[in-house]
């Protein structure tokens, strides 16, 4: 993983020389933590442009930019290419390397190929090539789009980089939000996927940019999915299941190829476990890093990375997290540094709990500047099919209750139709619009192609590479993405349901792993009061700080008064206020986001400043005695107005669902607001009083009853009975009767 920042202008007086240095010098600092190893500078009038870079292949002598034999063509990546080896034999005879680096391979292959040479590569990548001769700027993007390039042109040329932080250092960057992109991240699929900022843009995925004298940004595509769907010959599932298995192995092999130490961050997951098991036999020494939180607890998902840490004879390294802890923590500075870090106006707790994991992982390994991680895994083999919590009975039910509304949804917000017009869509017309059927998983993949350049594999870069780490993705060579959108659809039902194409891979390298083990989102699971908890005590912290530093400025763009009233609704707890919580992250997220973008000589320093480490390590003992750990209970966190007399009812525009799973002896209970699911918990037998305690508040209506008859009526402490009731107050179910 490296930086690359440039800008281009064939008008002899666009800038100076020194104009031109000292914007190099601000770029290459705004990027630093992608590359702390080296920084080298090229400057020739016409193309400026700075290399930051991580040493992980070929140490020594891997320096970039690389020029080929007679001075005419240059290249920079950030990313590897994993056949590289393959290439290099292949191009040997008519080439002279001067380098073992992966990266010089592109520059071979565009003497080759030309333009063409970036179907040939595996790997995750955005190069920068300059053909001198043609007076020609290429810059090209990974096919899944793992790896970022920005871009932007201006009156005198094009300005490029992998960060928008680098991008901001040119003078003629634009820096105003672009509000119309800032939405529903389930239902960000558009393929131009958004920079926030009005004229900048990031490069496609699968494609390249060609730059010439003329002026002119030409964007070509390379690879899409739509080309792999087309079902292969015929075959049974073992066979699907077996190429894939032997495609996963190949991918994460060739993933592990390094010149500096491995890590893995293993959950204790599906996905992550057959990466640990892959490498772990192949010889490799390799470090695996894994979160101690509530939420993984509970799940089961912690003690699992142990225990197969433990069956692979592999150096585990479990994080303490607990979100009390980081939430008192946390100050405006680090959300600052959020925002920026993330280069996004928007807030997700996940994006913080993985930066602390980089950082923790960087604390335990310092010499680590590469790891593989699960993500990919789910989106084209139906990961997201049969997960804790979705209580679906079948594939056609998955088919039938998320895909088909998922791609209406995202047809819609796609093409702009508004939300009104819903119902009266016709499915032919929606079909024609997604270029495939409504209920073919084959049409989502195409999607997932894009949502996963808004989300995961945003946040995995940005997170990683802020600690200068490199994160892998086998789960998403193009081979594998490639097979699987190429399976049949009448195979699909067997294959896809419950990710079983994965879990047969997985038991072949790990027969002892539970077959049963349910899909567990990272830090998604209904038990989510910890990042509710999160969330709710970070926005009551920061706020009167960022009001005073943010809502004051002359160039404030939110009204303070409004806001400070949704401040209040929060302190007081008032109506829906996890939600109100949760909307004034987003209003400071907004206001850092476009106040970094507004004042650029904020960012280099942000960049710079010193970040602790907030999580410690896991004692022997403590992961010897995973249920001796001890997390905060959310009731002696958040301010309470519980008291004995007081009196708890069901809002009166809820109805409530309840479901027993006897396999697993917890209570499902469905709170349906208007016929639309609102919240969906899932009870532990220990506590099914909760509700029988809702079923008999339903019955109460409007009237409710008060703490210290339900406490007495169903036996449970008061304390305890606090607890849950905060909980349930925190998710809908109840409400506090106003006294009068």
Same mark, same amino acid.
């Given at each position: 993983?490296?930086?690359?920042? /440039? ?18 010098? +601000? ?37 970039? #930019? ?56 595996? $790997? ?26 920005? @871009?932007?042109?201006?009156?005198? $040329? ?8 680098? +991008? ?5 960057? #634009? ?87 491995? /890590? ?55 994080? @303490? ?54 993500? $990919? ?91 200068? +780490? ?43 792993? #539970? ?121 002696? +966190? ?103």
């Amino acid at each position: 993983m490296c930086g690359i920042s /440039g800008f281009i202008s064939y008008s002899a007086d666009a800038m100076s020389e020194d104009a031109r240095q000292e914007v190099l010098g +601000l770029m290459s600092r705004a990027i630093a933590r992608r590359g702390p190893d080296d920084a080298q500078f090229y400057d020739d009038g016409v193309l400026s442009l700075v290399f930051r870079r991580l040493s992980i292949i070929d140490v020594e002598g891997g320096r970039q #930019p690389i020029w080929n034999e007679d001075g005419t063509v240059m290249v920079a990546v950030n990313g590897e290419i994993y056949n590289h080896q393959d290439l290099r034999e292949a191009l040997a005879e008519a080439h002279t390397f001067s380098t073992k680096s992966d990266s010089e391979v592109v520059l071979h292959l565009y003497e080759e190929y030309g333009e063409d040479c970036f179907a040939h590569l595996n $790997g995750m990548f955005a190069v920068v090539l300059w053909d001198k001769n043609k007076q020609k700027l290429i810059l090209a993007r990974d096919r899944l789009g793992i790896k970022p390039l920005y @871009y932007t042109q201006t009156e005198n $040329g094009l300005v490029f980089a992998s960060e928008l932080k680098a +991008l901001l250092m040119h003078p003629e960057c #634009p820096g105003e939000l672009n509000w119309s992109d800032i939405s529903d991240v389930g239902l960000q699929q558009k393929e131009d996927v958004s920079s926030y900022i009005m004229g900048v843009n990031h490069l496609r995925a699968g494609a390249y940019l060609s730059f010439t004298s003329e002026g002119k940004a030409a964007i070509h595509k390379y690879w899409s999915i739509a080309d792999h769907t087309e079902d292969r010959p015929d075959g049974d599932e073992r066979t699907y299941c077996d190429a894939y298995s032997a495609l996963i192995d190949d991918a994460t092999t060739r993933q592990l190829m390094s010149d500096v130490p491995v /890590g893995l961050f293993l959950s204790g997951g599906i996905d992550s476990s057959i990466l640990a098991a892959i490498a772990a036999k192949s010889g490799h020494t390799l470090h695996c890093f894994t979160v101690a939180e509530r939420t993984t607890v509970a799940t089961g998902d912690l003690q699992q990375a142990i225990s197969l840490c433990r069956e692979l004879d592999v150096p585990l390294y479990a994080g @303490y997290m607990d979100a009390a802890d980081i939430a008192q923590r946390f100050e405006l500075d680090d959300l600052e540094r959020m925002v920026l870090m993330i280069e996004s106006p928007r807030f997700d707790p996940e994006w913080l709990f993985k930066y602390e994991l980089h950082k923790f992982a960087k604390q335990q390994v310092p010499e680590l500047k590469v790891v593989l991680i699960g993500q $990919g895994a789910d989106e084209f083999a139906g990961g997201y099919s049969n997960m804790m919590g979705a209580e679906r009975k079948d594939w056609d039910d998955y088919i039938h209750s998320y895909v088909e509304p998922s791609l209406v949804k995202s047809v819609e917000a796609i093409n702009g139709i508004p939300e009104r017009f819903d119902k009266y869509i016709e499915r032919d017309y929606i079909e024609q619009l997604a270029d495939g059927r409504a209920d073919s998983y084959k049409t989502l993949m195409k999607m997932q192609v894009n949502q996963l350049q808004y989300f995961n594999l945003w946040h995995e870069d940005r997170t990683s590479s802020y600690n200068s +780490l490199e994160a892998r993705v086998p789960y998403l060579d193009h081979r594998v993405v490639e097979y699987l959108a190429s399976i049949p659809e009448v195979c699909h039902k067997e294959l896809f349901w419950d990710k079983k194409i994965v879990r047969e891979a997985l038991h072949k390298h790990v027969p002892s792993y #539970p077959k049963d083990k349910e899909k567990v989102p990272f830090f998604a699971v209904e038990d989510d009061s910890s990042v509710i908890e999160l969330v709710y005590l970070i926005a009551l912290k920061l706020y009167p700080d960022f009001r005073e530093k943010y809502l004051h400025a002359d160039e404030t763009i939110f009204d303070w008064q409004h806001v400070n009233a949704l401040y209040h609704t929060i302190v007081e707890k008032k109506g829906n206020f996890i939600d109100a919580a949760w909307q004034l992250m987003e209003i400071m997220s907004v206001s850092i986001f476009n106040d970094l973008c507004s004042h650029r000589e904020r960012v280099v320093a942000i960049v710079e400043a010193h970040d602790d480490a907030v999580i410690r390590a896991l004692s022997d003992s403590e992961m010897e005695d995973v249920a001796s750990l001890r997390f905060a209970e959310v009731s002696h +966190l958040l301010p309470t107005e519980w008291a004995m007399q007081s009196v708890i009812r069901v809002p009166a525009e809820v109805q409530l669902v309840k479901r027993l799973n006897e396999s697993e002896q917890r209570h499902t209970i469905i709170l349906l607001d208007g016929g639309q699911i609102r919240q969906t918990l899932r009870i532990p037998d220990d506590d099914a009083w909760a509700v029988d305690m809702l079923t008999h508040l339903l019955a109460k209506k409007q009237d409710g009853d008060s703490i210290a008859n339900l406490s007495e009526n169903f036996g449970v402490a008061p304390q305890r009975f606090a607890q849950i009731s905060e909980f349930l107050k925190s998710k809908g179910f109840i409400e506090l009767v106003p006294q009068h």
